[in-house]
């Protein structure tokens, strides 16, 4: 069943007498799980009409590196692989999303397309229905409970949207079948740009190669789905307890499949159901990650700090002469040069790994606004790096948490030096908690 409510008509133009169906794929990247795929092969089945996937390959995709084309490149090599078995041709242009996607609709009845919640990403959304000259429909599958479903405003904090949104859950977690398409388009004629070898792929690319791929995590739904399923006979039980040890990797590692939709949250919370953990799990996936969503949505300002609430912005500015002991230029954060070596292991873990601990971001995040002269180029510092080396940077979930660390989504704390009163943490708090030492040690070891 795919719920009314993830479907929105973004274009009335009409459905035309054409080749095939076009499902522009361009946020939720996989053939499983996928909502928007689903949705278009219906259409398709029901016009009497192929269905054809269609993809832009964007070399300059904003802040993308050759670690994060890497990751894409491995799933989408799966993808393509697995619609293939399906009969449906995958169809990749070298161009922008939204050009690729406006080429393919000249030869399609209508277009379905997935959702993304980022600036660029609604403008090309925004750009296809102006321009498209038949019907183009948005299939919200990202997203447990669809975005305007959850909330019609921003939200205050996790507070706030948490029993909205636990209004709705059941509601949204439903199977999704996976029905034909009936008409193979695999005959039909296309010139595509093959991912069949990623690396290839990735050497045919001009894409920006200061960031080198890692192979701690490989992209693809297959392997997301065997890191959830290694979580939850693993460590699921026992993720309440053990998820903010940073030497422990309690976790369930979901967030880059997440922020390349190599998998579906809907079919992650399906399969953690009924386990226990499964409360504790589910306010991460669910109730965190769709705040974070709610913010980039609603909040035009999402990647500034323009952002945040009022007291968290006159308490930064009270402060804003305040003596700084440490301060250090982006070239020492980025060489993990501070004389803090928690904070040195957690960005090398961030390098080497291309992913660090919640627990450790948290602390990062805190360290880069305290040792940084300006608020304004603390946040802009913690983007750049996080997004740079990170896989699962670059999406809502990251502006939201880089806000949550200047006091968005959290409340006033006792007033300090520097951060006023947004919340500090502090190295000994780490020393307290956990074993932080072999958190430094096994990031050594990478
Ligand atoms: C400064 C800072 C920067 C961050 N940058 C990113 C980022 O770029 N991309 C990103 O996905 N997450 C980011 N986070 C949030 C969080 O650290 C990661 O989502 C989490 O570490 C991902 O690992 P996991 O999938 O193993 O998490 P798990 O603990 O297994 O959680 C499962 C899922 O729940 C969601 N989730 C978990 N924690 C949070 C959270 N705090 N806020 C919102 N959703 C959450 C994620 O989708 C995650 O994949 C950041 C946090 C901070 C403090």
């Avoid at 398709?44 to 300059?60: E, R, S, T």
């Avoid at 000259?133 to 921003?154: L, M």
């Avoid at 805190?366 to 080396?389: C, F, M, Q, S, V």
Wanted: charged content about 30%; proline content about 4%; overall charge negative.
């Amino acid at each position: 069943m795919i719920h009314d409510r993830r479907v929105q008509t973004l274009s009335e133009a009409p459905v035309r007498e054409r080749e095939f169906v076009l499902y522009w794929m361009q946020a939720s990247q996989r053939a499983r799980f996928n909502h928007a795929l689903e949705y278009a092969a219906r259409k398709a089945d029901a016009l009497k009409v192929p269905l054809v996937v269609g993809f832009g390959l964007f070399a300059d995709y904003p802040e993308a590196n050759a670690r994060h084309f890497a990751f894409m490149l491995q799933g989408l090599a799966e993808t393509a692989a697995t619609l293939r078995e399906r009969g449906i041709n995958f169809v990749v242009r070298k161009s922008a999303p939204d050009d690729a996607a406006l080429e393919f609709s000249r030869r399609a009845c209508m277009v379905v397309c997935d959702r993304g919640y980022m600036r660029h990403q609604r403008r090309w959304r925004e750009r296809i229905a102006a321009e498209a000259d038949c019907r183009v429909v948005q299939v919200e599958s990202d997203v447990v409970v669809p975005v305007e479903v959850a909330s019609d405003k921003e939200e205050y904090a996790a507070r706030t949207i948490r029993p909205k949104l636990h209004r709705e859950i059941d509601s949204y977690l439903v199977d999704l079948e996976e029905t034909g398409p009936e008409r193979d388009s695999l005959d039909l004629r296309f010139n595509s740009a093959d991912l069949g070898d990623w690396r290839a792929a990735l050497d045919r690319i001009d894409v920006d190669r200061s960031v080198a791929p890692v192979e701690h995590y490989v992209g693809g739904t297959s392997e997301a789905e065997r890191l959830l399923d290694e979580f939850i006979d693993e460590r699921l039980a026992d993720y309440d307890e053990r998820r903010n040890e940073p030497a422990d990797e309690w976790v369930s590692h979901m967030s880059p499949y997440l922020h390349f939709g190599q998998i579906a949250p809907v079919y992650i919370a399906s399969q953690v159901a009924g386990h226990k953990g499964e409360e504790a799990y589910l306010e991460e996936l669910i109730v965190r990650r769709e705040l974070a969503i709610n913010f980039c949505y609603y909040n035009e300002r999402y990647d500034s700090i323009e952002a945040l609430p009022d007291w968290a912005l006159t308490t930064l500015a009270e402060h804003a002469r305040d003596e700084r002991p440490h301060q250090y230029s982006a070239v020492e954060f980025e060489g993990a040069q501070t004389h803090d070596p928690y904070w040195n292991a957690a960005q090398m873990e961030m390098v080497l790994t291309g992913k660090m601990h919640n627990y450790m971001r948290m602390y990062w995040g805190k360290k880069i606004l305290e040792w940084t002269g300006d608020p304004g180029d603390a946040h802009a510092l913690i983007a750049w790096l996080n997004n740079r080396y990170s896989l699962d940077g670059r999406d809502p979930v990251s502006w939201g948490n880089f806000a949550w660390i200047f006091g968005k989504h959290d409340r006033p704390w006792q007033e300090r030096e520097i951060v006023g009163k947004v919340r500090w943490m502090s190295a000994s708090g780490l020393e307290r908690k956990f074993d932080i030492d072999a958190y430094v040690e096994k990031v050594r070891r990478q």
